[in-house]
């Protein structure tokens, strides 16, 4: 199992995390590569968006600790987390009868202050944030009107226009049909590497990871079974270990990224 040598700026140390009685992951450790594209997968219920919401302060472990620039995530006050970190949720309820382009105007509250109110900045901030996941069209347009896929670009928007360091992205292409799934991958990578911001993303789709992440985290049961680049961890034998599907991997032809291709049942049965 490949590790970052480092811990980065966010990671956990020796957590618990827990939903009342039920454990989803004991004494994990964990941290997140500083300018990463990190892409976390596994079967359902493994722990993968549990650690997340670790991750963003929206559970607190049983034990252990968080830690964001070293110091505990839970004695950040809420604006000045909000000034570090960005958190597309899996699911978001936006207020009644607000328009697409008042909710990502809300990404810049972090920002503002009793010395420093809203500027041009902030409008300049707010439109390209709009016009990156293509939803400026829709800016008049209250939120509850729009499909499932626009209102999921339109919380992206907010997310980016928050302008964090880091952006913790929660099963981002949900709702989202292929070629937008693509489209909010392709403007992920393009955060990371552009503008350098480190991007901790749930994905389901192996593959779609193994395309975009830098750094994969592959989880099972509450644990980490491998980490590292995609291309050094992801194996016909990892597959089949994380998620009970023999597969065989082969070089992606449009970008050398490895790409798991399953069996097909007949010969599932014949290699078990």
Avoid at 60 to 82: H, Y
Avoid at 221 to 229: C, F, I, K, N, T
Avoid at 256 to 266: D, I, S, Y
Wanted: some cysteine; proline content about 6%.
């Amino acid at each position: 199992m490949t590790a970052p040598e480092e811990p980065g700026r966010l990671h956990a140390e020796n957590v618990t995390l827990r939903y009342g009685d039920r454990a989803i992951a004991t004494d994990l450790s964990i941290g997140v590569p500083d300018g990463s594209f990190t892409v976390i997968v596994g079967p359902n219920a493994c722990g993968k968006s549990t650690l997340l919401r670790a991750f963003a302060r929206l559970l607190r472990p049983a034990a252990g600790r968080v830690l964001l620039d070293g110091e505990q995530i839970s004695a950040l006050s809420s604006k000045e987390l909000a000034r570090r970190l960005g958190l597309l949720p899996q699911s978001s309820t936006a207020p009644d009868g607000i328009t697409v382009a008042d909710l990502v105007s809300r990404g810049r509250y972090p920002h503002q202050g009793l010395f420093r109110q809203w500027s041009r900045e902030d409008d300049r901030v707010v439109a390209e944030s709009m016009a990156a996941t293509n939803v400026d069209t829709l800016a008049a347009r209250f939120v509850d009107e729009l499909s499932g896929g626009q209102r999921q670009r339109v919380w992206l928007a907010m997310a980016i226009a928050q302008q964090t360091p880091l952006l913790l992205l929660d099963e981002p292409t949900t709702f989202l049909d292929i070629a937008h799934q693509v489209e909010v991958l392709d403007l992920c990578a393009r955060l990371h590497e552009e503008q350098n911001r480190t991007l901790v993303a749930v994905l389901h789709d192996l593959n779609q990871a193994a395309r975009y992440a830098s750094h994969l985290i592959a989880m099972r049961d509450g644990a980490v079974v491998a980490q590292g680049p995609p291309g050094e961890i992801v194996t016909a034998e990892l597959v089949e270990k994380v998620f009970d599907l023999p597969c065989q991997v082969i070089e992606d032809p449009q970008t050398g990224t490895p790409l798991v291709v399953p069996m097909a049942p007949g010969h599932r049965s014949r290699n078990r």
